[in-house]
């Protein structure tokens, strides 16, 4: 429900031409942060899906620690968004899908996701039913912007 719901704030993001990636964060199955990626029309390259999230939920919680919450987004954060997620003390990370990246193949943003696992005592899931269609907005996204680009 919460990862549908982060799909269609996604979608929203394709729809303005941002790369789509959405982020829904809850708490006791409330929702209480949403987002999507806007770095591009707020000309903010911190104006990812997971930190607009974040930065509701704080003020929705008056807290910047977000103890026992429940971040599901689209694709798998940035090393800035998981900072952010890190000392925002969120409890688990729920996956769309994982970095998608053919230039930056040696580099695994998933071996970072597990390092802070281990030491934070993060959650970290894959749901494997959006896997196929948070993928493929992604790669639809990025194979429409080089056929414009041509």
């Known amino acids: 429900m919460y990862m549908q719901y982060a799909f269609i704030l996604a979608n929203h993001a394709y729809s303005l031409g941002e790369i789509p990636v959405g982020a829904v964060l809850t708490f006791n199955n409330y929702i209480i942060g949403t987002g999507f990626n806007c770095s591009i029309s707020q000309h903010d390259p911190t104006a990812h899906a997971e ?13 910047y620690r977000l103890l026992y919450t429940t971040l599901y987004v689209t694709l798998e954060p940035c090393t800035m968004c998981l900072g952010a997620i890190l000392n925002s003390r969120i409890s688990r990370l729920v996956l769309g899908t994982k970095h998608i990246s053919k230039k930056y193949k040696e580099y695994k943003q998933i071996d970072i996701l597990k390092e802070i696992k281990n030491k934070n005592k993060i959650k970290v899931e894959e ?3 959006y896997l196929f269609v948070c993928t493929n907005l992604i790669k639809n996204f990025f194979r429409n912007k080089r056929k414009k680009n041509k």
């Not at 930190?51 to 807290?63: C, E, H, M």
Request: hydrophobic share 50%.
């Open 51 to 63: 930190i607009i999230a974040i930065r509701q939920a704080g003020k929705v919680l008056k807290n």
């Open 127 to 129: 749901l494997e039913e």
